[in-house]
């Protein structure tokens, strides 16, 4: 058995291995999906539509991006909050606070769960709906690689049609050159010939040493 005391209960929280953690993140259904699957509650997956129920956007109804199951906490599109530096950010729900309204039947493992103990009718039901998903699926992607591929081609234009430009800018100052410069250019290559040819005495840490004058002996 299971301790109440809400110390344990914490623990059992913060350290349970991710597969259990997975488990927890479930929100019921709505009445419809709850008459038709016979089932009060599932486990949020990526791609179900949702109803968020409390906080600050109680009432915003669209898909969720993202399942983070180490923190437990799901994010949805279009609930977006702005933080103190100016970013904006998916603010993160917990699942409690979500109410599934349409569930995402791509998965196979889900869809078995799902089937078992229902009569015929309602799983050929749930093929079917599945099979629509997958095309919308499909079709969606497909235009998100044709906008892609638009983006790259426009992308190559305008570099082709800058390339030529920047050329003959960076020609034009090469070629062009003043009456000012060319003087000073000679006047600089005179200084190095004159440099060159005076030669200065090599530099010795030892002082040159003095002369010395010469005793001339006198005969007394």
Same mark, same amino acid.
């Given at each position: 058995?299971?301790?109440?005391?809400?110390?344990?209960?914490?623990?059992?929280?913060?350290?349970?291995?991710? *597969?259990?953690? /997975?488990?927890?993140?479930?929100?019921?259904?709505?009445?419809?999906?709850?008459?038709?699957?016979?089932? /009060?509650?599932?486990?949020? &997956?990526?791609?179900?539509?949702?109803?968020?129920?409390?906080?600050?956007?109680?009432? *915003?109804?669209?898909?969720?991006?993202?399942?983070?199951?180490?923190?437990?906490?799901? !994010?949805?599109?279009?609930?977006?909050?702005?933080?103190?530096?100016?970013?904006?950010?998916?603010?993160?729900? *917990?699942?409690?606070?979500?109410?599934?309204?349409?569930?995402?039947?791509?998965?196979?493992?889900? /869809?078995?769960?799902?089937?078992?103990?229902?009569?015929?009718?309602? /799983?050929?039901? &749930?093929?079917?709906?599945?099979?629509?998903?997958?095309?919308?699926?499909?079709?969606?992607?497909?235009?998100?690689?044709?906008?892609?591929?638009?983006?790259?081609?426009?992308?190559?234009?305008?570099?082709?049609?800058?390339?030529?430009?920047?050329?003959?800018? !960076?020609?034009?100052?090469?070629?062009?050159?003043?009456?000012?410069g060319k003087k000073k250019s000679k006047a600089s290559t005179k200084k190095t010939a004159t440099k060159t040819t005076e030669k200065k005495p090599a530099k010795t840490g030892k002082k040159p040493s003095k002369p010395r004058k010469k005793e001339v002996k006198t005969n007394e």
């Amino acid at each position: 058995m299971v301790s109440a005391q809400p110390r344990k209960q914490r623990k059992m929280l913060f350290n349970a291995p991710l *597969h259990r953690r /997975r488990k927890w993140l479930a929100a019921h259904l709505d009445e419809p999906l709850l008459l038709k699957y016979d089932r /009060r509650s599932l486990p949020v &997956i990526k791609g179900d539509t949702v109803k968020i129920m409390r906080g600050i956007f109680k009432g *915003h109804v669209n898909k969720v991006i993202k399942v983070d199951v180490k923190r437990g906490f799901v !994010e949805v599109e279009g609930a977006i909050m702005t933080k103190a530096d100016g970013k904006k950010v998916a603010k993160p729900i *917990h699942p409690s606070n979500l109410l599934i309204t349409k569930l995402n039947l791509t998965d196979p493992w889900r /869809r078995r769960k799902l089937e078992k103990g229902l009569p015929e009718e309602v /799983r050929k039901e &749930i093929e079917k709906e599945a099979e629509e998903q997958l095309r919308e699926m499909e079709e969606e992607k497909a235009k998100e690689l044709a906008e892609k591929e638009e983006i790259t081609e426009e992308a190559k234009e305008i570099k082709k049609e800058e390339k030529p430009e920047e050329k003959k800018e !960076e020609k034009k100052p090469k070629e062009k050159k003043t009456e000012a410069g060319k003087k000073k250019s000679k006047a600089s290559t005179k200084k190095t010939a004159t440099k060159t040819t005076e030669k200065k005495p090599a530099k010795t840490g030892k002082k040159p040493s003095k002369p010395r004058k010469k005793e001339v002996k006198t005969n007394e």
